[in-house]
């Protein structure tokens, strides 16, 4: 192809400017503003219907009430009309007597009937406040960056055990991309810990009394079917052992990476090598039953054998997504010049690959429910066809597949770094609202909404993941020095 051969690669480092610093910074802080302004507005728009029922009911009270007032008022002239007969006194203080205690009736039964009404919505309430919304999403930006990382460290550890050699040139990013794990997955089990009585129904009822009753009222078999996941030893004891081996493996990862690059030789190579097959081998099982765990049980009553690949596909293409932008953007400052085209040609092919991959698996999971058609799976697409969330469901289906696969099936697209920004792009907001679309419909309901709660919250979290990454990304050379593979992903080319 007419490539020169590089023989040496030439050392840059990232400047994390205080100019730079200041955008994840005003990030953060902007969109700590807008959750804040978008929590209260929450508020108002949940406090609203409660006040309109409140007054519904007392209205319906005062009218009841006020009807029962003018009965007896007018069976009061009566009877003193009548008192002059001595012969019809009896029975006009019988009447008197009897109309009372039907007018009495009917206002205890007004009474009634509006007490079932507040006590309704007060139950609805009590269902979904707007704290659950501000909860979900909580969940949903910390768990969705949060796998940004993850994807970062799997896919190091994939790289070392298939020996792969193109991306080595890429292999800080990652390692930077990866820094987030600690952050990260503090902030997710935050929000598990302090938020699990209101995201997770089921969580609520093992803490009730009618757990483990077959004889109460509110016994649900299929939940007492699934204790053996859920229950409280898997969010403090379970999920925190996962999170905690995951980031030591990390640190050991990126430690050997840096002692590589003062210590020539295969030493770190080959100790990272073991490292992440390791790692692989218990990802496959710990990341599964995470995404059963935070994931799927907001929706207790349902289940899928694919939900858990389902989950690893967003994590993955979301991850080379972010990649691919980070690399962009080191690109347009100068740095990483020596990151050939092939190499990003080749990461564009990636992300062209995992978002056919998501297609494949999100069809899979529709047509083997379509086709079953038992309602205890169906009613979960149902709730995500309604009116409410009809628009976002194939919103998500075009930003997730449609778009990137017209757009990068083209090679020259996979080379045009505004082409790759923008698919890019579509791919994490297409994502973001795959994620939305997986925890609203079992927290908050049709009364979720797309707001300034919503944008706040994920600039927040958006302006952390960019301050973390970048941070880390300061802290050592742009390239593995005395990486075995380092001169071969220089010298890449895909061949055509």
Known sequence: MGHHTITEVRQEKFDFSTRIKLIPILLFVVGSILAGVGAMQAKKSWDAPRAEVTNAVNDHSNEATNHEAQEEHADHHQTLAEAHSDSSVSSAAHAEE?????????????????????????????EATYMTRVWANLLLNSYYFWLFAVSALFFIAVNYVA??????????????????????????????????????????????????????????????????????????????????????????????????????????FKNSTRWSAGFIFFFAFSFSALSWLIIMSLDAHWYSTMFSIYNFAISFVSGLSVMMLILQYLKSKGYMEMVSDEVVHDLGKFMFAFCVFWGYIFLSQWLLIWYTNLPEETIYFQARLNSHF?????????????????????????????????????????????????????????KADLGLLEIGTTMAFAGIFIYTVLHSLSKANLYPLNHPYLLESANHDVGV
């Open 98 to 126: 009897n109309h009372a205690e039907v007018a009495h009736e009917e206002g205890a039964h007004a009474e009634a009937h509006a007490s079932g009404e507040h006590a309704e919505a007060h139950g609805n309430q009590h």
């Open 163 to 268: 020996n792969a050699g193109w991306a080595v040139m890429l292999k800080r990013i990652m390692e930077a991309q990866s820094s987030y794990l600690l952050v990260g997955s503090i902030l997710l089990f935050t929000v598990l810990f302090l938020g699990r009585d209101t995201l997770y129904h089921w969580v609520q009822y093992f803490d009730g009394s009618s757990a483990g009753n077959a004889e109460a009222a509110g016994y649900d078999a299929i939940l007492e079917s699934k204790h053996w996941l859920l229950n409280n030893s898997s969010i403090f004891f379970f999920v925190p052992f996962v999170l905690i081996v995951w980031y030591l493996i990390r640190t050991k990862l990126r430690r050997n990476s840096l002692a590589e690059d003062e210590t020539p030789g295969l030493d770190m």
């Open 390 to 446: 009809k628009p976002l469901f194939f919103i998500n289906v075009f930003m997730c597949f449609l778009i990137p696969f017209l757009t990068l099936m083209m090679r020259n697209a996979k080379r045009s770094p505004k082409v790759l920004l923008a698919a890019g792009l579509t791919i994490l907001v297409g994502h973001w609202v795959d994620m939305y679309l997986l925890i609203m419909p079992g927290t908050v309901g049709n």
